[in-house]
């Protein structure tokens, strides 16, 4: 274990310790480096680092087309599904089915990527959850 990480955890025993301080023997002993300001900032890096670590799926929708069910039976290799989306206009990136930003297409070491456009606002994120 890194001797930061072993500060971490020893930060983290005194904040877990600090309901046990007797109030009338003063404040704890500031030599350790522990502070108001110290635990407020490792609790938000501990929260923090909760949710980095989550996965979400990506998605980057090229086009969209409704089908009937006796049209989908019909196609067969070669066919091509004509989509809504216009050459040129921007593609929508979605995290977890949520638009968060459009961009456009990219190649990238042979593969596709898309270079991001406009980033939807936080606003309109909130929006789109009702």
């Known amino acids: 274990m890194a ?3 072993a500060n971490d ?3 983290l025993e005194d ?3 600090l ?3 007797d109030p009338k023997a003063g404040a704890p002993d500031s030599s350790k480096g522990v502070t108001s300001e110290r635990i407020s900032g490792m609790q938000e890096s501990v929260n923090l680092d909760l949710i980095l670590d989550i996965p979400l799926n990506v998605t980057v929708e090229l086009g969209r087309n409704k089908m009937l069910i006796n049209d989908l039976l019909q196609l067969g290799q070669g066919s091509v599904i004509e989509l809504t989306k216009l050459v040129g206009e921007p593609l929508e990136v979605m995290v977890n ?3 968060v930003a459009r961009g456009e297409v990219v190649v990238i070491n042979e593969k596709f990527g898309v270079r ?3 980033i939807v606002s936080p606003l309109e994120r ?3 959850l009702s």
Do not use: H, K, M
């Open 3 to 5: 001797e930061s990480d």
């Open 126 to 128: 909130v929006q789109s």
């Open 15 to 17: 904040i877990d310790n």
């Open 19 to 21: 309901e046990e301080i």
């Open 116 to 118: 991001l456009t406009d």
């Open 97 to 99: 089915n949520r638009l």
């Open 9 to 11: 955890l020893d930060a």
